[in-house]
């Protein structure tokens, strides 16, 4: 059963910095295109980040050029590094394949961006 589990979320002031991490298991990674989602309370979940196969990536205009996707395939592992996080930024954060096909979601990890 593939199983995906996300970490390294927390609380932080505007400005700082987290890197999020996903564990992926029960898939071959490396073949796939991997993302990070977040849903924001009251809002639907959105796509803010994605790596493909060959490593190219994109991002959501909202995250451009602070946020930036990375991807370890020996370590089934994709990665976020957040900076110069804005309180816009708060929100559950997800990973999932790209497009969405894993349908149990993990248990996301929460960022919360505040003074």
């Known amino acids: 059963q593939v199983q995906l589990v996300e970490s390294g979320g927390g609380l932080v002031q505007p400005g700082g910095s987290l890197r999020l991490s996903c564990a992926a298991s029960?898939?071959?990674?490396?073949?796939?295109?991997m993302g990070w989602y977040r849903q924001a309370p009251g809002k639907e979940r959105e796509l803010v980040a994605r790596?493909?196969?060959?490593?190219?990536?994109n991002y959501a205009d909202s995250v451009k050029g602070r946020f930036t996707i990375s991807r370890d395939n020996a370590k089934n592992t994709v990665y976020l590094q957040m900076n110069s996080l804005k309180p816009e930024d708060t929100a559950v954060y997800y990973c999932?394949?790209?497009?969405?096909?894993?349908?149990?979601w993990g248990q996301g990890t929460q960022v919360t961006v505040s003074s």
């Open positions: 029960g898939l071959i990674f490396s073949i796939n295109a």
């Open positions: 790596i493909f196969s060959d490593g190219s990536r």
């Open positions: 999932n394949t790209n497009p969405a096909r894993i349908t149990n």
